[in-house]
């Protein structure tokens, strides 16, 4: 026989004319035979490349991109395992027949059925949920960048598992993967909603289901596909987030707080994340290594999305940087400084009333409520943004800090006013 190359080896559709996603087929041609065995993966045949014979990926669509990078790791997992298994029977000089390849190819991906221990009941979703966030914390498990789980990213998984937990218990809804479905995904939607929770949050637990669904689907421990159904969504909705002008953080640099040494920290801290638009993550783990060219430039990898960036330092972040010898403050946990932060607001005076919405329990709420008791963490980041946007930065500059991958999801980040807009649109020769 001649030697075995990947030219032997196809991936072929069950039925390419099919106007629904069709099985994909691994097909091997040897010389007394074809073997043909179900990869288990499917696609609807528009999204299949016929020439590279694997599911497209130069797709404007992130979500699709994502399921059809799934879909070829998955093809590509059994390619090579089919190639290892023919190599070695060929070495070994045994005979091929599609009984002998089926059963060394399923060994090779680990299908052989093994014998139940009497007492001994499947994972369940909910222990696997559970399973794999102490794995990701003992770094068994890694991002798709090679990096750590967010702690808060963890927290998330363990509260969908304890979320499911208590669905089932008052609904008798099942949790099995075969009980998933697009009736379960509505059902379990409105049964969040129905518990006054904010839609955010809802969609929140929703992708969390998703992301799930399709690691556990990796690990391959179920076949079903229903989150992969563009139905099968998170929830979004904008919110009334605020950021603080320019006035208002120099009112805040100004403040004397000599007399108050905690808030004094916190202030500084918050600052350095206004001045250079980092996470709470990262303003508050930097080091005198991150200050470079003369004090002029903050570089760091982000621990969230672990890119280098490269910040301009203005005169207030080198002040409060010198304060302390280029070491900022130690932090304190956010839920933590999140409280202190409205302190700190309220004691400077920032009692504007801002109109704030947002669906709570199917209904849309509006509230008034004074601009310190919106403070938050995060509000640093969006002050940065906006501020650089309004001073007439370049969009995209802004976008290399922040991190944002289209002026259309950064201009929905920043928050200004239309009549700030329309103030900015004055200064354009098309209204002169």
């Known amino acids: 026989m001649k030697s075995i190359t990947d030219k032997g080896i196809k991936f072929l559709l069950k039925d390419a004319s099919s106007d629904r996603p069709t099985l994909i087929y691994l097909v091997f041609r040897y010389d007394n035979g074809r073997f043909k065995t179900s990869t288990g993966q499917t696609i609807a045949p528009y999204l299949w490349d016929l020439v590279k014979q694997r599911a497209q990926t130069n797709l404007r669509n992130r979500q699709e991109r ?19 298994v023919l190599n070695s029977l060929q070495l070994a000089q045994i005979p091929l027949t599609n009984e002998i390849i089926k059963q060394h190819l399923d060994k090779e991906l680990g299908r052989n059925k093994k014998e ?50 208590k669905y089932q218990a008052e609904t008798g809804n099942n949790t099995n993967y075969d009980s998933f479905s697009l009736e379960y995904y509505h059902n379990f939607k409105l049964w969040l909603t129905g518990r006054g929770l904010a839609l955010n949050y809802v969609g929140t637990l929703l992708k969390d289901l998703k992301v799930m669904l399709k690691q556990a689907h990796a690990d391959g421990l179920h076949s079903n596909l229903v989150f992969q159904h563009k139905d099968f969504k998170k929830l979004v909705e904008d919110v009334d987030n605020i950021y603080l002008s320019d006035e208002e953080l120099t009112r805040l640099f100004e403040i004397d707080l000599s007399h108050n040494l905690r808030l004094d920290k916190i202030r500084d801290l918050f600052l350095i994340g206004c001045y250079t638009g980092l996470r709470f993550s990262d303003f508050s783990e930097l080091r005198p290594a991150n200050i470079t060219h003369n004090g002029r430039i903050l570089t760091r990898k982000t621990l969230k999305t672990s890119e280098r960036v490269s910040i301009p330092l203005n005169p207030n972040v080198l002040s409060i940087l010198s304060k302390y010898d280029g070491i900022p403050p130690q932090t304190i946990s956010n839920q933590k400084m999140n409280d202190y932060l409205k302190e700190l607001c309220q004691g400077a005076g920032l009692k504007d009333r801002i109109e704030v919405s947002r669906t709570k329990g199917g209904l849309k709420q509006t509230r008034y409520l004074e601009k310190w008791e919106l403070v938050t963490t ?35 980040y920043i928050k200004i006013s239309s009549e700030q807009n329309a103030l900015l649109m004055l200064e354009h020769p098309h209204f002169s």
């Open 66 to 84: 994502q399921i059809n990078e799934t879909v070829n790791a998955h093809l590509e997992r059994q390619r090579s395992a089919l190639l290892k």
């Open 116 to 165: 139940k221990e009497p007492d001994t009941l499947p994972e369940s979703f909910t222990d696997y949920i559970e399973r794999f966030v102490q794995e990701a914390t003992a770094g068994k498990r890694l991002t798709s960048k090679s990096t750590l789980y967010a702690k808060y990213t963890r927290d998330g998984y363990m509260k969908l598992k304890r979320i499911l937990e």
């Open 378 to 412: 995060h509000t640093a980041r969006r002050s940065f943004a906006t501020n650089a946007f309004l001073a007439k930065v370049p969009t995209v500059s802004i976008m290399k800090i922040t991190g944002h991958k289209s002026e259309a999801v950064f201009l929905r």
